[in-house]
């Protein structure tokens, strides 16, 4: 279980904290929503969980035990909002070899088979594919380093209608092998899925 206890944040550059007493808990099993408008800290949240910034007081623990910022960049895998953008390699083998020059074809098709990629030409360029494949690529890309926590900024963003619930059905899928939350403007897209829900509002998340 990871969970949150009364995390603050104000960076020197803003005039007021962004996080302010936050509390989550989140588990396998059930997906954790926090929805929020824009500029409401979503973003943020998840790169303080990830360990790509601090925060000045609380606690951020995973089943008890306290984690520095090292020890949960190894423990969670973050998909950016708009992923795709970031992609690196020249074909998807390559994309999946970055940071795992080990990596076999067995290896890599099985990442995208459970990301529900199967029969894609490894040799195509990332940008050749759909964009609903391309965010199961970057997907795919996390799920490499077997994070025990996924964390997805707006998956569902940029994408058609019927994308976006094929995204949702590919996560619930993978909700029981790894701890998910997911921050979105779009929570009723979420609506037919059994998630834990927060808003997240002055820099607390309410939950429900
Ligand atoms: N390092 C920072 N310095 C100053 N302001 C920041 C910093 N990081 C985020 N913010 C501000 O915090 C608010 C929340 O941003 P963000 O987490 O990106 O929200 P969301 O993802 O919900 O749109 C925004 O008003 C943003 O401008
Ligand atoms: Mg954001």
New binding site residues.
Partial sequence: MLSLKNIYYH?S??EEP?LRDLCLKSNNGKITIVR??????????LEIISGLSGYQKGEITWFSKTLNARQRRWLCGLVFQFPERYFLGLSVAQELRLGHKKLTTEQQISALTKVGLINLDLKKPPESLSGGQQRRLAIAVQLLRSPKVLLL?EPTAGLDWSVRYEIIELLAKLKDKQTILI?T?EPELFKNFNTDNYE?HNGQLIPG
């Fill in positions: 960076p550059t803003a962004i929020g408008p824009s500029g409401s800290g979503k973003t943020t949240l900024d921050v403007h997240l």
